[in-house]
């Protein structure tokens, strides 16, 4: 026989080059599913940020849980009528802890708080056995002033939010600009004069106290409605997410001020 032959035949004769290959598989996965994900530190682009800026960064505690220690405004405010503390946390998770002695206003505050991811935090005594006006006005007034704390220089933040939000019949359109120049455009048509003891007259007064002291310009507007509790709630809702749209931080600024005059103050 040929040699060749042989040679052929007994390389397709051998047992081995028709064993399957064996797949080894380690004793363990090659990646820790379990472990938890740790924050990324703020890169050399954020350096530049303020330091309001530089309070929202991001740490892990020993278990790898995030900690955000956030942008924060504290205000007190003591007058011959009202005497009101606020506390907001702009990069809160939507916790919600307000008494004014103003049942509907406190559920206002809570919606601020849940839809904005605020933390919000507001104790007020006042002359409520007169009427409701000077706690409503100055419970505004403080959380504007606390907003603009907590904004600082308002370095790398989105500045504007538009936000258009429904309740039920009811559908209420916000936009605003964190300017630092006070605007208040309303255009809201309730068609009560009371949701429970809360004056609906008081909705613009709240909004048009915490422009003032906020240096925000704000847009409200009406584009359906007829029952007052939907009116108003989709207004603090609206309110809610376009002020957290505006407030958060745009990655592509690079922490600089969102302002062709790179500056953006209360005027």
Do not use: W
Not at 141 to 154: H, K, P
Request: aromatic content about 6%; some cysteine.
């Amino acid at each position: 026989m040929d040699a060749r032959l042989l040679s052929s035949s007994s390389v397709l004769s051998s047992p081995q080059l028709f064993e399957k290959p064996k797949l080894v598989v380690p004793n363990r996965p090659l990646f820790p599913v379990t472990t938890p994900f740790r924050c990324l530190t703020l890169s050399s682009n954020h350096r530049h940020m303020s330091s309001q800026t530089a309070r929202a960064s991001l740490n892990s505690d020993e278990n790898g849980s995030t900690l955000t220690s956030g942008r924060i405004g504290e205000v007190k405010r003591v007058t011959k009528e009202t005497n009101v503390f606020v506390k907001i946390n702009l990069d809160g998770s939507g916790v919600a802890d307000s008494t004014t002695g103003i049942p509907f206003l406190d559920h206002m505050l809570d919606q601020l708080a849940s839809h904005g991811l605020f933390d919000v935090h507001v104790r007020a005594t006042g002359d409520i056995h007169i009427d409701d006006h000077h706690t409503n006005e100055d419970v505004a007034l403080s959380i504007g002033t606390a907003l603009l704390q907590a904004l600082g220089d308002r370095k790398g933040i989105n500045r504007f939010g538009d936000f258009s939000a429904p309740l039920d019949e009811a559908l209420i359109h916000v936009s605003l600009d964190l300017s630092g120049r006070p605007y208040l455009g309303y255009d809201l048509q309730i068609p009560t004069q009371r949701v429970g003891t809360y004056d609906t007259q008081l909705v613009e007064h709240f909004f048009q106290s915490l422009v003032n002291t906020s240096g925000m310009t704000l847009h409200i507007r009406q584009l359906a409605g007829k029952n007052s509790h939907h009116i108003i709630e989709a207004t603090f809702k609206a309110f809610a997410r376009a002020l957290r749209q505006a407030t958060e931080y745009d990655p592509r600024r690079r922490g600089t001020i969102p302002s062709s005059k790179g500056v953006l103050s209360r005027s």
